[in-house]
């Protein structure tokens, strides 16, 4: 009786969560960034005032050998039963060696 109650529950939480909304990353305005971004003068500094800390970082490596600090915000939320209907957005921003926007890229879901 206590295998067919912990499966009872088992199963309870199992269709319980796939109800359940997913967040990956931390939200972030684009619009912000965009209406302050200037090419080669907007710094690291300024960025994270605006939008926080990145949620991840790397090294960008240009055809030419040319070496790109990158941040990348990002963030995801959707139903897990459905991830078709998630909503996803991504900024991608590109460093010079003086910490200065040299580049940058975002894209979004369109629903």
Request: hydrophobic share 40%; net charge neutral.
């Amino acid at each position: 009786m206590s295998f067919l109650r912990s499966s009872a529950v088992l199963l309870s939480l199992v269709l319980l969560s796939a109800c359940n909304t997913v967040q990956l990353g931390r939200d972030f305005d684009v619009g912000v960034f965009a209406a302050k971004i200037e090419r080669g003068v907007t710094s690291q500094n300024q960025v994270r005032s605006w939008l926080g800390e990145p949620t991840s970082v790397g090294v960008s490596l240009a055809v030419d050998g040319e070496r790109f600090d990158e941040w990348a915000y990002y963030y995801a939320e959707g139903e897990l039963a459905d991830m078709s209907t998630a909503k996803v957005k991504i900024l991608q921003i590109k460093f010079d060696t003086q910490g200065k926007v040299r580049a940058y890229n975002w894209s979004a879901s369109r629903h």
